[in-house]
């Protein structure tokens, strides 16, 4: 997971490599308790990219997007109406 983990200059002098792993890890695993395992529509991969902040962090996911043709027409007016 090391290269896809992303912290600040002043995280990688605070913390160890081991370190920095455990934070990825665990960010991880609360986005996956957090969203994809109340929902179909949202998986995390086995290695995704995090990128810690001060606050919290991104943890790369994929999000579920349906082919219903009317949810595409909507999409398609609201496009149109931003012209």
Do not use: C
Request: glycine share 4%; charged share 40%; aromatic share 8%.
């Amino acid at each position: 997971m090391k290269n896809h983990l992303h912290f600040t200059e002043q995280d990688t002098v605070d913390h160890s490599p081991e370190e920095i792993e455990e934070i990825g890890e665990e960010y991880i695993s609360r986005a996956r308790i957090q969203y994809a395992e109340t929902t179909e529509d949202i998986q995390i991969d086995d290695d995704p990219a995090v990128t810690v902040t001060e606050d919290g962090a991104w943890v790369a996911a994929w999000v579920w997007v349906g082919k219903d043709e009317e949810e595409i027409e909507d999409v398609d007016e609201d496009f149109d109406e931003d012209d």
